[in-house]
Nanobody
């Protein structure tokens, strides 16, 4: 019933910027928390950023000061604005959400991921 779809990935030069989007669709009452994760080849998945229902945010040390997470509750969407990109930011980026429903318990969902490649 619920689907998360990431978009906005691509190839960018070091020092450039990119904006990722995550759109949730389906029968949704509200979304408690939206998170961004990333996974580089040969490495475990890494938490990147979180935004709560009351717009509290948190960031991994590796991206703090360069990335900004935001959300649009009317659109059931989250965004990740990435600036001053570095080659080590290269990874598949995943959107994660904890979705509230009217008649069932909260459920966690993952998007399919979008590739971000930062070239030197």
């Amino acid at each position: 019933q619920v689907q998360l779809v990431e978009s906005g990935g691509g190839v960018v030069q070091a020092g450039g910027s990119l904006r990722l989007s995550c759109a949730a669709s389906g029968t949704i009452f509200s979304i408690n928390v939206m998170r961004w994760y990333r996974q580089a080849p040969g490495k475990q998945r890494e938490w990147v950023a979180t935004i709560t229902s009351d717009d509290n945010t948190g960031y991994a040390d590796s991206v703090k000061g360069r990335f900004t997470v935001s959300r649009d509750n009317a659109k059931n969407a989250a965004y990740l604005q990435m600036s001053s990109l570095k080659p080590e930011d290269t990874a598949v980026y995943y959107c994660n959400a904890i979705v509230r429903f009217k008649f069932r318990k909260d459920t966690e969902y993952w998007g399919q991921g979008t590739q971000v490649t930062v070239s030197s």
